[in-house]
């Protein structure tokens, strides 16, 4: 099976643009976290989808959001970009029973860069 | 209530050494308890993850123990190896209250291995 893939793998924006940033998740896989990484905070959770629907959310602001497709792939925005948000973001999948714990597995990610 | 406290924050260790990695928790609905592995420039990989109806677990030179009374669980690196240089991050997960789950990360342990 092919991994979570991400695009694109780098990305280098200025202040104030926004940006779209997509996962394709395991074959079979329904469910799909973002995560944004930084040095000095770890792996900060952003959002979870499952069948279309934002499931659980993180503590960032509005101008983070996302969705999901009927193929279970995942976009995430950030508009109004700020210095602040340079990171890596990462998209893990996972199968997901109802109430069942489940494994995440991650992409490599997409590296933004706010000028 | 959330956090995961993980210690060291970095780790230096001579080739053959055992690396020790700590994390501890409150949260006691916290009920899986994934490993990851991550290499510069690539997302986190699953290293190893446990339940807390066991102590310990152990895959090659990977083990785990778990100490549920203490809230406390920890990463050994038997006979570590320069490859095994890279961040690792403990993980927590739980149902939160949507009925889905969600994980908590450490803040993650850079680990060199010196040759």
């Known amino acids: 099976k092919a991994g979570v893939t991400q695009t694109p793998r780098y990305l280098i924006k200025t202040r104030g643009q926004q940006v779209t940033l997509s996962c394709s998740p395991i074959?079979?896989?329904?469910?799909v976290s973002w995560y944004q990484q930084t040095p000095g905070q770890g792996l900060q959770f952003l959002f979870e989808?499952?069948?279309?629907?934002?499931?659980n959310k993180g503590n960032f602001p509005g101008r983070f959001s996302g969705r999901q497709f009927s193929n279970s792939r995942s976009e995430m925005n950030v508009s109004t970009l700020e210095l602040g948000d340079s990171a890596l973001y990462l998209c893990?999948?996972?199968?997901?029973?109802?109430?069942?714990?489940?494994?995440?597995?991650f992409g490599p990610g997409t590296r933004l860069t706010v000028l | 209530q959330q956090q995961v406290k993980q210690s060291p924050q970095s780790l230096i260790v001579q080739k053959g050494g055992i690396s020790i990695i700590n994390c501890a928790y409150e949260n006691t609905a916290f009920d899986y308890f994934p490993w990851y592995q991550q290499f510069p420039g690539k997302g986190p990989a699953l290293l190893i993850a446990?339940?807390?109806?066991?102590s310990e677990k152990k895959e090659g030179r990977f083990t785990i123990s778990f100490n549920k009374s203490a809230k406390q669980f920890s990463l050994h690196i038997m006979d570590s190896q320069p490859g095994d240089s890279a961040t690792y991050f403990c993980?927590?997960?739980?149902?939160?209250?949507?009925?889905?789950?969600?994980?908590?990360f450490g803040t993650g342990t850079r680990l060199k291995v010196l040759a």
């Open positions: 446990i339940r807390p109806d066991v």
């Open positions: 074959s079979g896989h329904r469910s």
């Open positions: 993980a927590a997960g739980s149902t939160v209250t949507s009925g889905t789950y969600k994980y908590i």
């Open positions: 893990a999948s996972s199968y997901r029973l109802a109430g069942n714990t489940d494994t995440q597995y």
């Open positions: 989808y499952f069948s279309e629907t934002q499931r």
